[in-house]
């Protein structure tokens, strides 16, 4: 247990829908991360936030939007995914040098 | 081009022995090094790290051995329990520098140590 809770743990959506995921931490800190995990492929970084600012969006398709309305909080919202979308989506928390991680979400588009 | 690279993508052991996980970073600013250890269904947990200003990190039955020349460090379990079975991650990072903090991640290695 890190302190770091996602939800939903499990989604299956259609390429149509649009749903969000939810990332919550009470443990203080200040910077939080999305990240993205398909099968085969290293933890992908996704978004950063640092004092509830995005301060990095690697690439990322604008399907997926981030917000974070305050450092306790950060939600993935997604809109018209593709199959190839489907992954597990951690969140993960910092402080130092040391990155603490949710659970993460499985995600399936179909 | 992938910074941090981790070639065994599986790793069999047999319970009692060592087991050494390896991993190679082409980044030469990197200055901090962390392995993750990953159970099915959970997010990954921080094992242990080193800082490039050492060359050996140890904690119980993990220690992370660094070598700056090589690019290269490697986690040592002794000895190997089944309950060690996992994914282990190798990550990096830089303190300084436009993405500090940032992790980058290798594409993990499955540890199995059979009883």
């Known amino acids: 247990e890190t302190g770091v809770t996602q939800t939903p743990r499990h989604l299956v959506m259609g390429m149509t829908n649009k749903k969000s995921l939810k990332c919550e931490q009470h443990?203080?800190?200040?910077?939080m991360y999305w990240y993205k995990q398909s099968a085969k492929k290293p933890l992908e970084l996704m978004f950063v936030?640092?004092?509830?600012?995005?301060?990095e969006n690697n690439s990322v398709p604008s399907r997926f939007s981030p917000e974070c309305p305050n450092s306790s909080h950060l939600f993935l919202h997604l809109h018209t995914l593709q199959p190839e979308d489907s992954a597990l989506y951690l969140c993960?928390?910092?402080?130092?040098?040391?990155?603490?991680f949710g659970p993460g979400t499985r995600l399936t588009v179909l | 081009d992938q910074q941090v690279k981790q070639n065994s993508p599986s790793l069999s052991v047999q319970e009692g022995r060592i087991s050494i996980l390896n991993c190679d970073y082409t980044?030469?600013?990197?200055?901090?090094f962390l392995w993750y250890k990953k159970y099915p269904a959970e997010g990954p947990t921080f094992l242990i790290s080193?800082?490039?200003?050492?060359d050996k990190n140890e904690d119980g039955r993990f220690t992370v051995f660094l070598n700056k020349s090589a690019k290269h460090l490697s986690l040592h379990i002794v000895p190997s329990q089944p309950g060690d079975s996992a994914v282990y991650f190798c990550?990096?990072?830089?303190?300084?520098?436009?993405?500090?903090?940032?992790?980058?991640f290798g594409k993990g290695t499955k540890l199995s140590v059979k009883p």
């Open positions: 993960a928390s910092r402080r130092g040098t040391e990155q603490f």
């Open positions: 443990l203080g800190h200040n910077a």
């Open positions: 936030y640092s004092l509830e600012e995005r301060v």
């Open positions: 980044n030469s600013m990197f200055d901090y």
């Open positions: 080193i800082s490039s200003i050492k």
């Open positions: 990550a990096a990072l830089m303190n300084y520098g436009g993405s500090q903090g940032n992790l980058i």
